[in-house]
């Protein structure tokens, strides 16, 4: 079974060989608009060309187009869009052109037209996966100071509406791309349930638990080592491409 290379850096997105397992473009997260710390999703089709171009010419046209078109796509998109672009700048750009549930949908349809983009460059296993509580991150939690640093409730309340939203997308998209197989990845409630009942998921989450109000946005909640979580989703959204 052939496979890509992983390629977890952002400054080592091209190798001298094309190797065998899976292939990111992305540093820590992905976002839909252009921040300084992370790769833009036009930019990241731009490299995805280029590594189709680079597959095709290592194992030829019919070899590359069966790589491509079993492979799994995961995109992960929406919290940095929410928490950096539009709650971050109170009176900001994107917070004054729209309200929220506005941005919610604007946000939805460059999901959209992403998944179209991969459906028109071969891709045909995609997983999208929506947003955690983003009210439940170590700082909004820390900066939540009339809270009582507890969760935001109202960034919750967003990341449910916006998920809501996907889930639909991706319904709809299932029925109007022939041969898709769309799966909607959701990480919010399982990762509440780690926050609520972190007991749940053994001792090396117990070990990590006392950091969850402490540190830095750029560490947050999906940073930790939840290897039993990592693995109840992946298992989940296997049997989604394959049954």
Known sequence: MAKLQFL???????SSRLSMNTINFICHGT??????????????LLFYKGYQMKLRAHLGEIQAKQIINEGIH??????????????AFPGGRRSTQYTISEY???????????????????????????????????????????????????????ALEFNDKLS?????????????????????????????RPSLYGKLLLLFMPFLTSYSHACNIHSFPLSNITSRNFTIMIREFTS
């Open 31 to 44: 976002i839909l608009f252009v921040l300084q710390s992370v790769i833009p999703l036009w930019k990241q």
């Open 8 to 14: 977890s850096h952002c400054r080592s997105l091209w």
């Open 74 to 87: 995961m995109i992960s998109i929406g919290t940095n869009d929410f928490l950096e672009n539009y709650y």
């Open 168 to 196: 639909k997308l991706v319904k709809r998209l299932n029925k109007e791309l022939p041969g898709i197989n769309l799966v909607f990845s959701n990480p919010y409630f399982i990762f509440m349930q780690i926050i609520r």
């Open 104 to 158: 919610e949908n604007f946000l939805a349809g460059i999901a959209e037209n992403f998944v179209r983009e991969l459906y028109g460059l071969g891709a045909r296993k995609i997983s999208l996966g929506g947003v955690p509580p983003m009210g439940c991150m170590p700082l909004e939690r820390n900066t939540n100071l009339m809270g009582g640093r507890e969760c935001v409730q109202s960034y919750n309340t967003v």
